[in-house]
């Protein structure tokens, strides 16, 4: 499963961003929407970053 969620864009230094949390956890990562089981989301170890604000 790892093999395939690195093929989906989760990997190591990838921003991903939670959309969703009802029936399956829809993530956006690689300009990409994805739906994933909440216990599959359980098995991914991230690191929350703070919020970077933009300087136009």
Do not use: D, Y
């Not at 093929?7 to 009802?22: S, T, V, Y």
């Amino acid at each position: 499963m790892a093999g395939r969620l690195r093929e989906m864009g989760f990997c190591e230094e990838q921003r991903i961003k939670l959309l969703a949390r009802h029936a399956s956890i829809i993530c956006q990562v690689c300009n990409s929407r994805l739906g994933i089981s909440e216990q599959l989301a359980k098995s991914i170890l991230v690191e929350t970053i703070p919020n970077q604000r933009r300087i136009a």
